[in-house]
């Protein structure tokens, strides 16, 4: 079965957001801290596993060659299997990259998705995750969002967790409103325009304010990413 055009633009879109995306604050960030954590991690990832994983936006950060699997509860033409992150169909100690993006908000037991992933992992393997803080609802399945104490707690099994604000508080800011403005131009014409005249003007005034104030609060981050290795001896 072919990609279908809307997946690949889908996908496309949150790895490389055009200035128009109500995100594109968030995404580009997210889109940077991954790259420099795939750079950082010293040995070249062979078996990746992508929970979630119907569109892969993040595959392309990653060399050609890795064995890539996803797994989701619907199906595109990019998942593998189709299953759920609280019972992970893989033998212990599979993978040695796991990627979870935005994936957490809608299960009821997160920490029974952290722990699959856990299980999963080689001795020393990655996960590299991002959750959001801070954000509208957009499905009546979501049940949750996070913030860096909570996840340390979810993460207790793990190692060298590293939580980064996808942006300081003036970028949760100018997302927000963005994100809102969106809410409320109920018609798609209203959205259009929006999104070519106000929403590309948000994201440049929150990127050159944020630039301008180098400021480190984030007490308004609305997003994070995090990087977890397992412990050597297991976990």
Known sequence: MGISEEVIRESQERLYPSITNPNWLVLRRRREIF????????????????VGGRLQPY???????????????RTTPLVDVVGRGEQLPFASGSFDLVLCTQVLQYVTEPSLVLSEINRVLKPEGALILSVPAAHVRDSEEECWRFLPAGLRKLLSSFTLIQVVPEGNTIIGFFRTVNVCFD????YAAAKLILRYTIVPLLNLAGLGLEHLARSENDQ????????ARKPQGGG
């Open 183 to 186: 809410i409320f131009a109920r």
């Open 35 to 50: 790259k420099h954590w795939l750079h950082d991690l010293r040995i070249s990832p062979v078996r990746v596993l992508d």
């Open 220 to 227: 308004f981050a609305v997003n994070y990413s995090v990087m």
């Open 59 to 73: 595959r392309k950060l990653l060399a050609d060659d890795v064995c890539y699997i996803a797994v989701d509860i």
